[in-house]
T-cell receptor, first 113, second 115 residues
Framework: KQEVTQIPAALSVPEGENLVLNCSFT??????LQWFRQDPGKGLTSLLL?????REQTSGRLNASLDKSSGRSTLYIAASQPGDSATYLC????????????FGKGTTLSVSS | GAVVSQHPSRVICKSGTSVKIECRSL??????MFWYRQFPKQSLMLMAT?????????EQGVEKDKFLINHASLTLSTLTVTSAHPEDSSFYIC???????????FGSGTQLSVL
C-alpha cells in the first residue's frame, strides 16, 4: 500500500529565505507526482506536476524534483514571501486511467514579514 | 485550466439529516470522479472512485450506504451523506479527471458541520 510522508510537518521562516519541503513515498511505481497548495478551509491549487520519467519541474519561484528510485521528491521555494504561507501537499498517482492521488499530510508553512 | 465547481462550500445541519454535495466539471467531461475527506490537520483520504454510468468503488472502511455517490453524467457527480452524525463533520472535496488530461482537478471543497 502506497504511503506518502512529508517532512517537516510545520515550518516557520522569515521572508526572503529559500526553503525545501520533503516528500517520500514507499512504492516507487508511480505514474506522476503532484505538489499542491491548500489555504485554510479551501480547496487545492495545483503547483507542479512531475511525470515519472521527469526529474524536475519549475514554475516561477518553485522547483520540484523527483527521484523515483529512492521514492523522494522535494519542493524548493525561492525567496519566500508571506503570501506563500499555506499547507503544501505532495501526492502520488499510481496509474494513468482511473487512479486517484494518494496524499501526504502536508507541510504547513508560515512566512513572517 | 479545467474548472471543477463544488457546492455548497459550507453546510451546517442537524444530526440525522441528509446532505447532498455537488461537483460539476464546467469545461471538460469528467470520466472519473474521486471523493476525498479531510479531518483537521490530517491528509486528504480517498473515500470512493466513480466512473460515469457505473457504481462507485469505495475504499475500505467507507460505508457505501452512508455515503451515496451518483455519477450519472459526464459533468456531474454528487455525494450524499445520509443520516449525518457529528463524527461525519469534515471537509469533503471532489476531484475530476477527463479524457486526455494528465492532472486531476479539484473542487473548492465543502465544510460539513453536523450538530
Amino acid at each position: 500500500k502506497q504511503e506518502v510522508t512529508q517532512i517537516p510537518a510545520a515550518l516557520s521562516v522569515p521572508e526572503g529565505e529559500n526553503l525545501v519541503l520533503n516528500c517520500s513515498f514507499t512504492d516507487s511505481a508511480i505514474y506522476n507526482l503532484q505538489w499542491f497548495r491548500q489555504d485554510p478551509g479551501k480547496g487545492l491549487t495545483s503547483l507542479l506536476l512531475i511525470q515519472s520519467s521527469q526529474r524536475e519541474q519549475t514554475s516561477g519561484r518553485l522547483n520540484a524534483s523527483l527521484d523515483k528510485s529512492s521514492g523522494r521528491s522535494t519542493l524548493y521555494i525561492a525567496a519566500s514571501q508571506p503570501g506563500d504561507s499555506a499547507t503544501y501537499l505532495c501526492a502520488v498517482r499510481r496509474g494513468q486511467a482511473g487512479t486517484a492521488l494518494i496524499f501526504g499530510k502536508g507541510t504547513t508553512l508560515s512566512v513572517s514579514s | 485550466g479545467a474548472v471543477v465547481s463544488q457546492h455548497p462550500s459550507r453546510v451546517i445541519c442537524k444530526s440525522g439529516t441528509s446532505v447532498k454535495i455537488e461537483c460539476r466539471s464546467l469545461d471538460f467531461q469528467a470520466t472519473t470522479m474521486f471523493w476525498y475527506r479531510q479531518f483537521p490537520k490530517q491528509s486528504l483520504m480517498l473515500m470512493a472512485t466513480s466512473n460515469e454510468g457505473s457504481k462507485a468503488t469505495y475504499e475500505q472502511g467507507v460505508e457505501k450506504d452512508k455515503f451515496l455517490i451518483n455519477h450519472a453524467s459526464l459533468t456531474l457527480s454528487t455525494l450524499t451523506v445520509t443520516s449525518a452524525h457529528p463524527e461525519d463533520s469534515s471537509f469533503y472535496i471532489c476531484s475530476a479527471r477527463g479524457v486526455g488530461l494528465e492532472k486531476l482537478f479539484f473542487g473548492s471543497g465543502t465544510q460539513l458541520s453536523v450538530l
